[in-house]
């Protein structure tokens, strides 16, 4: 039931009557009151200090600003800077924030008043007289928002604007990652091939000087077919290799918003593998959160998942608003503005909610459980946050010292390729430990350059986990699409 006050009355009746309305009540109705609970930061019980934290890992405060600069490549900071600016996901999270901004000023006007103009014109007959009727009018209304419906409403649009703004920043995080990643394995890529075709050339020449000791009777026809099959071997991981470095370059492409294709001559001219600059510091866990952007965006949707409680609860709440009308009528358009008759009308309205089978209450506690949800949301997502780091720290150290294994590894390895040869050569060895030999190298070369890989995702994975992201500006203002002729026009018929 809506119970409904609507008075129209004189001017100097209806002063008389405001000026009885004290100040006091005036002031609670102008400024209102507010329901549901008031938005607190969560406060989380943190580590102090990281458990795996190193050497390569020390606590002192974060570097993020631009850290894949630090690997020390040019190729790579432009292709980063070309990811943000050519992104479709980037250009996605920059609409959602256009939309954002657009629902917070639909809310925020809610809490103005508004006023709309109207005129008709019509021909009727009355007692046998047919004549002309013109009317102008203006209607304004405020509603008083005496329990902060519109407020708590505004609160949630504000909040899930800058939940916005934090979900553009993960979206620029994840992909200055994933770029980093991917042109670190198209290096990496190519240094295995460099390696496959040099160690499969090697194997070759080894193989013809085989046969050609074969044929002058020093070699068994084994010995041929073994220096022949390893080389095919080695040369049999090239198609892998082709495919791989193929899929991460045409990966690369699309981050920047590019055909896949678009990249691969640039990338064909070749460089090293990225090597991170020592060590990485990591700050403290409660640095996470205030850099890492999904922790921001989930504590800011909690915020507003707790404002929309207070909205539901005050539509429990009586609900005020002040309505004016203002009207001009005359039997020709040139009387309105003279020989018209003019009414007008200023009065309260009042509505209040009596019965609705507890669908307002149930309103409110569905508010309040996906509250809940994104309280939980948030706890997950700082969780998260301190796993990703603390696996990134254990994974960097751990890739480091087997580095350092590796590469003593092939060093030793390597001599022994050559001393097997020597022996070889003098006929003091069989040509089966030339093959294991060699076979042994390649494959500690191979490893130790997927480690140097390795090492250069888990320093980005490290970044990533710690917050790094892009530290520059974003203007989310331009829209893609740009619609022109939009104004009043002829319809035409769309095609089938």
């Known amino acids: 039931m809506i119970l409904r006050a609507d008075t129209t009355v004189s001017g100097s009746s209806f002063f008389r009557r405001a000026a009885g309305i004290s100040v006091p009540l005036l002031g609670l109705l102008l400024a209102g009151c507010a329901v549901g609970p008031d938005y607190m930061v969560p406060r989380l019980t943190l580590p102090a200090s990281w458990s795996s934290s190193a050497a390569e890992t020390p606590a002192r405060p974060v570097e993020l600003g631009r850290w894949w600069e630090r690997l020390g490549d040019k190729e790579l900071n432009a292709l980063v800077e070309e990811a943000v600016a050519g992104n479709l996901d980037v250009a996605a999270a920059k609409a959602r924030i256009r939309a954002a901004r657009a629902t917070e000023r639909q809310t925020n006007a809610a ?108 070699a068994s026809a084994v010995d041929v077919s073994n220096a022949e099959g390893q080389a095919a071997s080695t040369e049999a991981k090239l198609p892998d290799l082709q495919t791989a470095y193929s899929e991460a370059v045409h990966r690369l492409a699309v981050l920047t918003g590019r055909a896949p294709s678009e990249l691969d001559a640039r990338m064909k001219r070749g460089g090293a593998i990225p090597r991170p600059r020592q060590p990485v510091p990591t700050g403290l866990p409660a640095d996470l959160l205030t850099n890492r952007p999904d922790i921001r965006k989930a504590e800011r949707e909690y915020a507003q998942a707790t404002a929309k409680i207070g909205a539901a609860a005050a539509a429990r709440y009586p609900a005020i608003s002040l309505s004016g009308a203002i009207a001009t009528t005359a039997t020709s358009v040139g009387d309105l503005g003279k020989s018209s008759s003019i009414s007008w009308s200023l009065g309260p309205s009042l509505s209040v909610p009596i019965f609705n089978a507890g669908k307002l209450a149930a309103a409110q506690e569905a508010a309040e459980a996906t509250r809940d949800q994104y309280f939980v949301a948030y706890k997950a997502a700082v969780l998260g946050a301190l796993e990703d780091v603390e696996n990134a720290i254990v994974a960097f150290r751990q890739e480091r010292i087997k580095y350092g294994r590796l590469a003593a590894a092939t060093q030793a390895y390597r001599k022994a390729s050559e001393l097997a040869q020597s022996l070889y050569q003098s006929g003091s060895s069989s040509f089966l430990d030339v093959l294991d030999a060699e076979r042994s190298l390649y494959s500690a070369e191979d490893s130790l350059l997927t480690s140097t890989v390795a090492i250069a995702d888990n320093y980005i994975a490290l970044n990533k986990a710690l917050g790094g992201g892009w530290d520059g500006t974003v203007d989310a203002s331009r829209p893609e699409v740009v619609d022109t002729n939009t104004g009043p026009r002829l319809r035409r018929v769309a095609a089938n």
């Not at 949630?156 to 553009?168: F, N």
């Not at 670190?184 to 240094?191: F, I, L, M, P």
């Open 111 to 218: 809490l103005a008043p508004s006023a709309d103009a109207s005129s008709s014109a019509s021909r009727q007959r009355s007692q046998g007289d047919v004549g002309n009727q013109f009317k102008g009018g203006f209607d304004a209304s405020w509603e008083l928002d005496l329990f902060g419906a519109n407020a708590r409403s505004s609160e949630a649009a504000s909040y899930g604007r800058q939940a916005a703004d934090e979900d553009l920043n993960s979206v620029l995080l994840t992909l200055i990652g994933d770029v980093a990643s991917n042109y670190v394995a198209a290096r990496g890529y190519q240094a295995r091939m460099a390696l496959a075709r040099q160690t499969a050339a090697s194997q070759r020449e080894t193989a013809g000087l085989t046969r050609k000791k074969f044929e002058a009777g020093s």
